[in-house]
């Protein structure tokens, strides 16, 4: 069964004589200075699938600046549609304004997005809006909520050190870091960036030492060249991939070796092969096992 915005939706699209020959599929995921946020991505997901299922042909205009060498609005001919659909999003502003622009020749429709304002011509250039808020009508439910969505990938703290100019030329940590931020960037996993710093006055930072346990334990795994990012996430149970970042290894190789924890590279060991390997290792059963078996709850 169709949620009431979709449900709304096709029945606009299927209006007799206007059903569209090929429609445009856009949102803030498609303007240059827009965002691709996750809720505008699963509601482009969302709203595709529906169009694909009512047989509707269309295409998604994506940001260059997100998904470079995908269609986008530049690349996009207004010729060859007839419909225009942004989705997810506040209707308002100059960006709106300029889709408008480009395809005036198209008949548009907004839907699930906010009006911010009923009387701004970004709201007003659309031949048909079904908000999901901001008008008169009750509120409706995001597209979002019943996107469809793949396994969830794993959490990854990740704790960094950029300091620690004690080590004086054996410091490697600007260049290991870059390589390890890198190798994450390529990951399938969620970023969890930590710092063990603890302030009473910055939102952004534990304030407890128990608040920076609680947030390592509700990650899958720990990857650090902090000492205390290895030792608070192995007492939780969490795996831990280490990298000393010193020349010839320093504190957090040498508690590694004191417990025993196999997951450490040298910063000049330091390759996408051997963090695959440890990565794998980790997320594993016997990774977890083996931080289970480091854990004081």
């Not at 606009?12 to 020959?21: H, K, V």
């Not at 908000?131 to 990740?158: C, E, N, Q, Y």
Request: aromatic share 6%; net charge neutral; charged share 20%.
């Amino acid at each position: 069964m169709h949620d009431e915005v979709t449900a709304a939706l096709l029945c606009a699209l299927r209006q007799p004589g206007r059903s569209p020959g090929r429609l445009l599929l856009t949102g803030w995921f498609s303007f240059r200075d827009g965002e691709a946020t996750a809720g505008d991505v699963l509601a482009r997901r969302h709203a595709s699938a529906e169009l694909t299922r009512a047989g509707i042909r269309h295409d998604t205009a994506w940001s260059p600046g997100f998904r470079p060498g995908e269609l986008s609005l530049e690349t996009a001919r207004p010729e060859a549609y007839d419909t225009v659909l942004i989705v997810c999003g506040p209707v308002h502003g100059p960006q709106v304004i300029a889709l408008h622009a480009r395809f005036r020749a198209c008949r548009r429709l907004a839907a699930g997005v906010s009006v911010v304002d009923p009387a701004d011509p970004a709201a007003t250039g659309f031949h048909e809006i079904i908000a999901r808020d901001g008008t008169a009508a009750p509120a409706r439910r995001d597209l979002a909520a019943t996107a469809a969505a793949g396994p969830l990938p794993p959490v990854a703290g990740v704790v960094l050190s950029h300091g620690q100019g004690e080590y004086g030329d054996r410091r490697r940590h600007e260049a290991v870091n870059a390589r390890l931020t890198g190798w994450l960037a390529g990951k399938d996993c969620a970023r969890l960036s930590a710092d063990t710093r603890l302030a009473a006055d910055d939102w952004r930072l534990c304030a407890t030492a128990e608040q920076f346990l609680a947030l390592v334990s509700r990650c899958d795994l720990v990857v650090t060249t902090r000492l205390h990012g290895l030792v608070p996430a192995l007492r939780t149970g969490t795996p831990v991939i280490a990298v000393d970042p010193v020349a010839g290894g320093a504190e957090v190789g040498a508690q590694a070796r004191a417990v025993g924890w196999p997951a450490l590279v040298d910063a000049g060991a330091l390759s996408e092969e051997v963090l695959d390997h440890w990565w794998r290792w980790a997320l594993s059963g016997a990774g977890r096992l083996a931080a289970a078996r480091h854990s004081v709850r």
